[in-house]
């Protein structure tokens, strides 16, 4: 039997294993795993196969995968910045290490100097192999895949619906590097495995892009098909708000650019300081932002905790300021724990994911009291009884839509 022939045989089980409608139930990680894994089983052993694809979501401009062999070293990321998420879904075989890329990265030297760039600009596949003649053009991931002891590299555009475009690698280590016929045997595939990657990556958009919008757990929700209009959970939850000190006041003098230009920077610095603690933000209003930590009533100390541990990270971020205008805007925060309703509601043509109930209301009404008592970080008492850290009461106030008198503390220094 011919090698040719083994390859016509191995396109006829990569064909059968790419229709079969298990596919559509894979995450693209999966999906690279499987590819490596049928590959593998037909006698072409991989050493490191990777995919890159440009999306359409509004943070991410590049998702990439690289698939590594079981007790191989992750290929270096150091000369980005631009990585906003990372994740590795282990295999048979071996890991998938998933990047996300914030945009710009496609102006950077490390895509920019890569067989991807090439790949995707030119629409022609790359190839190099150890030992032949240099290539027309050479990349540093050859350095490195030598140095991996790789014999045969090869870079392909994958075909897909615009505006997504994609690129796949593949390498080995095998003695005499990939058989003959295996670029033609990718190309004759090209058309299927752009298919299946197309249906698992609009699965992937849609998720990232509902997270994007509306959180991480109300995006499963939604994808789960647990979310109707009208459909409302009650759970216990722990509550914050936060905004710019005298932003409102004193925001007529500045430009709209210079606006968007602060605001931004504030909602940014509100996600670095809560989503590693476990915190989420829920909805931008104006300048404020409603943000929720998940409540584990057999941990509520530690929900709390982590609660006040990001508020606090991000009182200590630096002051907003705008040049020019010689003002600066402190942060502030309210924070409370209690049963909210949790849901969707709207319209048949619009819908808004959003939490209400008392426990909101306290919230925000706490927080108005911000100004009053000339304080940056106010807790209900519900809160600053539930955490280890010692706090000071400043009072107890009559709130607006709030039954009783409401008891107010802040953390002591």
Known sequence: MTRQHNL????????????????????PAQQLHGIV??????????????????????????????????QTSEI????????????????????????????????????????FYEVQTQGTSVRWKAGASKPQKHYPIYDDLEQRGATDYLAIKIRLQAPFEAGFSFSTDAPKGFPDGFEELLTELNPLIGLVLSFGLERLSLSEILRAYIGKGPAKSVLGGQMRRGQISRIVSVIGFADLNGY?????????????????????????????LGGEILKFIGETVLFVFPYDADH??????????????????????VEHHDLNFPIQAALHVGEVSSGNIGSEGRLDFTIMGQAVNLTARLHQLIKTLDERLI???????????????????????????QEAFTPDD
């Open 248 to 276: 409102r006041e004193r925001v007529g003098g500045i430009d709209d650019d210079l606006q968007n230009r602060l605001l931004d920077h504030f909602f940014k610095q509100i996600y670095e300081a809560i989503t590693p």
């Open 379 to 405: 807790l209900s008492k519900n809160f600053a009884s539930m955490i280890d850290h010692p706090s000071t009461t400043l009072g107890s106030f009559e709130l607006k839509g709030v039954d009783g008198l």
């Open 37 to 70: 894994e049928q590959l593998d089983a037909a006698g072409i052993h991989l050493m490191v196969c990777s995919s890159l694809v440009r999306t359409l979501h509004p943070q991410i401009e590049l998702f990439a995968q690289r698939w590594r062999r079981h």
């Open 76 to 115: 270096s990321t150091s000369n980005t910045g631009r990585i906003l998420e990372q994740h590795t879904v282990r295999g048979r075989l071996g890991e998938v290490d998933m990047y996300f890329v914030e945009h710009g990265h496609s102006h950077e030297a490390m895509y920019r100097n890569s067989p």
């Open 8 to 27: 016509h045989e191995i396109e006829d089980q990569l064909t059968e294993w790419l229709i079969d409608v298990e596919r559509l139930k894979e995450l």
């Open 300 to 321: 509520a100390g530690e929900s709390c905790q982590a609660a006040l541990q990001g508020a606090m990270n991000l009182l200590a971020a630096p002051q907003l300021k």
